[in-house]
């Protein structure tokens, strides 16, 4: 494919033109991805996530201009809601990117979540992929604004930095499972705002109580819109990741992120080919009648069903 | 997969008002298209560079300032420098009628001037993309 050579060599419409096949058409995205995947695994995957209006457009672009003046190069996935209703969706985390729009060390994307619910978009880990090949040195993907249980992004990022603000409820929320588990770093923004010493400190203690933990993970203030101590932030990012990469964390953590998204494949296309053989044969119909007169079981008819395709 | 159709919508120029920009940002959204909406007081050069990164497939920009006989051609100009003259590119605002042949002749797709319903903005881009 003439696309994934031009992409190789840098350049940055074929890399745009590849992330919509990703997107876009099932078929040729497989074709892409077995074409690219070794190219893949030199990028350090960064993760941006917490609830809507917490600042991470703002964090994301501090953090590109911080890593910009050490000549890495960035590509960023910026994921926004689609509408359920319509398939449309506006797409409006760039508004804070604009800095960075003519620099060649950066390539900016946003995606639509098109249905896919845990926070990114179906083909987020895929475009994933294709900057990494594109040969950035860092991807941040920004989450789509999360609220309790949006955790997808510990499957495709190597460091997740969880993004709170204050004022979004009392110590009782921070020590809730779901999306408070999965930051290696926790971010206060808007740290400027009344309460955000006491949101750092519930997060901390929060974090204190959990003994089972490999790397406690720290907490940072941050006030994004001022830029201020971004560079902390980015130091503790550095700092996971070198612990990761020593104690073999990383490695363990991408290989466990690798066989999630292949049993994520099987199961897709598992999915597919018995939905098609038993709608093929009138079966899946045939059986919801008889469950409608109560004539047998759901697990009994899908034993059934999946005996006569497997 | 159906693809949908993707649209940047952008503000060039020095001109604050960007309620007619949103609104039609919100109307493609309701039409099912993705909107990557990029905020006011864009330059050209930045309009190009992010409807090559998104891959889009139209670019609609508002234009209150006056500025559209500068700003409009600068665009087409820097697409066909990328070699991405394919994207259709539509503008909107205030733009005199004496202005609108010119700007149709160089390139831009179509004009839509203060009081266009929305819905014809939609159905030209759904006609008018391939």
Redesign the interface.
């Known amino acids: 494919m003439e696309l994934i050579e031009r992409m190789l060599n840098g350049d940055?419409?074929a890399?745009?033109?590849l992330?919509?096949i990703v997107?876009?058409?099932?078929k040729e995205s497989e074709e892409v991805i077995r074409k690219i995947y070794k190219h893949t695994g030199n990028a350090h995957i960064i993760g941006i996530t917490g609830p809507p209006g917490a600042g991470k457009s703002t964090l994301t672009d501090k953090l590109v201009k911080l890593l910009r003046k050490q000549d890495k190069t960035v590509g960023i996935i910026a994921v926004d809601p689609?509408?359920p209703y319509?398939?449309?969706?506006?797409?409006?985390d760039?508004?804070r990117m604009?800095d960075h729009?003519?620099d060649p060390g950066v390539?900016?994307?946003?995606m639509?979540t098109?249905g896919y619910l845990g926070g990114l978009a179906k083909a987020t880990r895929n475009a994933m992929k294709i900057l990494d090949a594109f040969g950035c040195d860092y991807i941040i993907i920004e989450t789509v604004g999360v609220g309790q249980s949006e955790v997808d992004i510990v499957k495709a990022a190597d460091t997740v930095v969880m993004v709170m603000v204050p004022g979004l409820g009392d110590d009782i929320q921070s020590i809730k499972a779901g999306i408070m588990e999965i930051g290696d770093i926790f971010a206060v923004n808007k740290s400027d705002l009344f309460g955000a010493q006491r949101t750092a400190t519930e997060i901390n203690m929060m974090l204190d109580l959990d003994q089972n933990m490999g790397r406690r993970p720290p907490v940072v203030m941050v006030t994004a819109s001022k830029n201020e101590n971004i560079d902390k932030l980015y130091h503790e990012i550095e700092k996971q990741y070198s612990y990761m990469k020593v104690e073999g964390i990383l490695e363990e953590r991408r290989k466990l992120n690798l066989k999630r998204e292949l049993v994520e494949l099987v199961e897709e296309e598992l999915r597919k080919v018995v939905l098609r053989e038993s709608d093929n044969n009138g079966e899946i119909e045939n059986a919801s009648n008889k469950l409608l007169n109560k004539e047998t079981d759901p697990f009994t008819e899908r034993d059934l069903l999946l005996k006569k395709i497997i | 997969?159906?693809?949908?159709i993707?649209v940047l919508v952008a503000k060039p120029g020095l001109d604050g008002h960007d309620r007619g920009a949103k609104m039609i940002?919100?109307a493609?959204?309701?039409?099912?298209?993705?909107?990557?909406?990029?905020?006011l007081r864009?330059t050209p050069?930045?309009i190009v560079?992010?409807a090559?990164?998104?891959?889009v497939d139209v670019i609609g920009m508002s234009i209150l300032s006056g500025a559209h006989n500068h700003l409009f051609p600068k665009i087409i100009k820097l697409l066909k420098e990328?070699?991405?003259e394919d994207i259709l590119v539509i503008g909107g605002g205030v733009i005199p009628e004496d202005d609108i042949p010119a700007l149709l002749e160089g390139g831009i797709a179509a004009i839509f001037t203060p009081g266009t319903p929305t819905t014809d903005t939609v159905k030209f881009i759904k006609e008018n993309v391939k």
């Open positions: 940055k419409r890399c745009a033109r992330i919509s997107e876009n058409n099932a689609t509408s319509t398939g449309g969706a506006i797409l409006g760039r508004i604009n729009a003519l390539f900016i994307r946003s639509g098109r | 997969m159906s693809k949908p993707r940002a919100r493609l959204r309701d039409a099912g298209m993705e909107v990557i909406y990029t905020g864009q050069e930045q560079a992010a090559i990164q998104e891959d990328q070699n991405a």
